[in-house]
């Protein structure tokens, strides 16, 4: 593995998330202040396999710690699982002379990193970009933040209508393996039930709890839904109540893609600078293949084949709150 790093390229892979504009400012200026020369790869792993790859300067990314999305896009590639189309990419890194990348992405795309560095030598550093907060090694992923607060800001709204007409409201958020949106945007919002992938669903408690408040004329319901809970989502769960409970008014809304928009929150921005400068440091310390992380407010290095196979496990004391508040 190389001995000194001198050129940089970063990515970013997966689905977007907002603050990967703020990570890749964070990676472009670092390396920059180290004399490193960094370049930007289109599409992630895609536009190393198409040679869609740029250098950057400074001012590449002013202007751009604000906004949503990501200037790099994103995209996911087939072909990078391959290893003709891994030895393609690396070819165009080989002829720039690129010898480190800083992927930013979910899980998935640390597989493509590692697999990528394991072949040809070439350190990789992962910076958890994702809105499901799923990565073990890490308190925080860019982006969940922003698109909690864009689903609590969309429930506020909904329970808002639900009261002026007594109305039951099944909400889905995002959310096709992990529940962590549900929980969060659940509790801050005061829903009386949340559905999540990681527990089973009990459709049976569900119906009774509803039943049973409207028997107590409690006037707001809220059922958040992740859209991987095993009864099949927001439409899903809203049909079964309105069958069994057909005396509540029962309305859905699916959030779907406007919480991976908008502006990134402050914490978002924050956390992506932080995680894209030490990836640039880890990679000047020759501390490679590993997975920048904040755990406790402190930097969290795990190796790449770690964050790979660990998921973030759900606490059972959140589970214990939802139910002693929705009560
Ligand atoms: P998100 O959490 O938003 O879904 P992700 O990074 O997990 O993001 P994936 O679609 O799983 O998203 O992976 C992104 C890309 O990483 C894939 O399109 C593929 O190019 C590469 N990749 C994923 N798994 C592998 C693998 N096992 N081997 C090689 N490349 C992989």
Known sequence: MATKVTKIGVLTSGGDSPGMNAAIR???????????????VMRGYSGMID???FRMESRSVANIIQRGGTI????RSDEFREPAGRAKAYENLK?????????????????GAQKFSNEFDIPCIGLPGTIDKDIAGTDF????DTAVNTAVE?????????DAHDRLFVVEVMGRDAGYIALHSGIATGAENILIPETKTN???LIASLGEKEKRRKLVNLVVVAEGDEFGGGNEIARIVKKRLPN??????ILGHIQRGGAPTCLDRLIASRMGYHAVESLMQGRYNVMVGIVNNKLHYTPLDHAIKAKQKLSNQWLKIVKILAS
Not at 141 to 144: L, Q, S
Not at 154 to 162: F, V
Not at 248 to 253: A, L, Q, S
């Open 95 to 111: 002829k720039r002379g690129i010898d480190a990348l800083v992927v930013i992405g979910g899980d998935g795309s640390f597989k």
């Open 72 to 75: 790099l896009k994103c995209a």
């Open 248 to 253: 509540i008014d029962t309305r859905v809304c």
């Open 154 to 162: 969309a429930i506020d709204k909904i329970r808002d209508t639900a």
């Open 141 to 144: 992923t860019i982006g969940f």
């Open 51 to 53: 040679d869609d790859i």
């Open 203 to 205: 459709i049976d408690e």
């Open 26 to 40: 964070a990676v472009v200026r670092t390396g920059i202040y180290h004399e490193l020369e960094v370049y930007g």
